[in-house]
């Protein structure tokens, strides 16, 4: 029944790995983002889809990369993976356009750990 | 350049007593702004959300009441119960559709029994 669901919930890896996060919604909803919360616990938007398209990509280093197999699908590559890039990362999902005011719904987040 | 801020990174209240939550905004161009709840190793939930062409906004025992002119928004819950303790994140968007939301960092509420 998981709405929006990650995994893994949890990802240590050694710097200079590349590792993928994948997140699956099931809520029929046309977009889906991606999030970074850093030590600062500011929750920052790093990309948006919306069918497929790259709707938003805010200054995220090209070690990130996100992929779209499907529309209830948004998968996050990073390469190279550095100490910096050690933060929780959430996907969220909403339909743009509804009737209601249309909110995120988050994933439970993945905590990445870079040694 | 943090856009929506949360000064307070924390707060205790008794239980059945009132919390407020505060939210300031520097951005004169958001028009939509929403409280979202976290618990711990959950992912963020949405609880209410106000557009700038109100003033209030209420559901149950949460109030969100923004005054643009001081780029503040604030989220009143009352009474506090301890399932209320949680991180209460404050989020603006430039558009209905909230694609681009930009988030504080979020205050971490304490409800005591």
């Known amino acids: 029944d998981t709405a929006v669901s990650q995994t893994p919930k949890y990802l240590v890896t050694q710097m200079g790995n590349d590792k993928s996060i994948k997140c699956e919604q099931n809520?029929?909803?046309?977009?889906m983002y991606w999030y970074k919360q850093d030590s600062k616990k500011f929750l920052k938007i790093m990309f948006s889809?919306?069918?497929?398209?790259?709707?938003i990509n805010e200054t995220v280093p090209n070690r990130f990369s996100p992929k779209s197999p499907d529309k209830a699908h948004l998968n996050l590559h990073i390469n190279s993976l550095e100490l910096g890039d050690s933060a929780v990362y959430f996907c969220?999902?909403?339909?743009?356009?509804?009737?209601?005011?249309?909110?995120?719904?988050f994933g439970p987040g993945t905590r990445l750990t870079v040694l | 350049d943090q856009q929506v801020r949360q000064n307070s990174p924390s707060l205790s209240v008794q239980e059945g007593r009132i919390s407020i939550l505060n939210c300031d905004y520097t951005?004169?161009?958001?028009?939509?702004f929403l409280w979202y709840k976290k618990y711990p190793a959950e992912g963020p939930t949405f609880l209410i959300s106000?557009?700038?062409?109100?003033d209030k906004n209420e559901d149950g025992r949460f109030t969100v009441f923004l005054n643009k002119s001081a780029k503040h928004l604030s989220l009143h819950i009352v009474p506090s119960q301890p399932g209320d303790s949680a991180v209460y994140f404050c989020?603006?968007?430039?558009?209905?559709?909230?694609?681009?939301?930009?988030f504080g960092a979020g205050t971490r509420l304490t409800v005591k029994p």
């Open positions: 989020a603006a968007s430039y558009t209905y559709n909230n694609n681009d939301m930009r």
């Open positions: 951005n004169s161009m958001f028009d939509y």
């Open positions: 969220a999902s909403s339909q743009p356009g509804s009737q209601v005011l249309d909110t995120q719904y």
């Open positions: 809520l029929g909803h046309d977009t």
């Open positions: 889809y919306n069918n497929k398209e790259l709707i």
């Open positions: 106000i557009s700038s062409i109100k």
